[in-house]
Nanobody, 120 residues
Framework: VQLQASGGGLVQAGGSLRLSCAVT????????MKWHRQAPGKQRELVAT???????DYTDSVKGRFTVARDNAKKTMSLQMNSLKPEDTAVYYC???????????????WGQGTLVTVSS
């Protein structure tokens, strides 16, 4: 199982970016999918979560600006980021809880990260 994040880049404050995360490989099931971020010199933080059924949750600092979604058929997750601020600058990581076989325990898989830089 591999997760591939893409879509990062450089954007001015107030602009938008859309991140994508694709899950590849053989597996039985995916539970929650999440976006995390890590800014320079700071700890990694959970940004957004989307359940299998599409329920979402966000950290307070991005509520109303970011939208997380998933396509279970395509095995992808997205993060639409609007009204970006310089403090959103970070490496963004996607993460999914995956069960490789029906009898396997849930395991967390991580993408490689994609850099988002917001200039003021």
């Amino acid at each position: 199982v591999q997760l591939q994040a893409s879509g990062g880049g450089l954007v001015q404050a107030g602009g938008s970016l859309r991140l994508s995360c694709a899950v590849t490989g053989s597996f039985y099931s995916i539970a929650a999918m999440k976006w995390h971020r890590q800014a320079p010199g700071k700890q990694r933080e959970l940004v957004a979560t989307v359940s299998t059924g599409g329920d979402t949750d966000y950290t307070d600092s991005v509520k109303g600006r970011f939208t997380v979604a998933r396509d279970n058929a395509k095995k992808t997750m997205s993060l639409q980021m609007n009204s970006l601020k310089p403090e959103d600058t970070a490496v963004y990581y996607c993460n999914a809880d995956v069960r490789v076989r029906a009898w396997s325990p849930w395991s967390a898989y991580w993408g490689q990260g994609t850099l988002v830089t917001v200039s003021s």
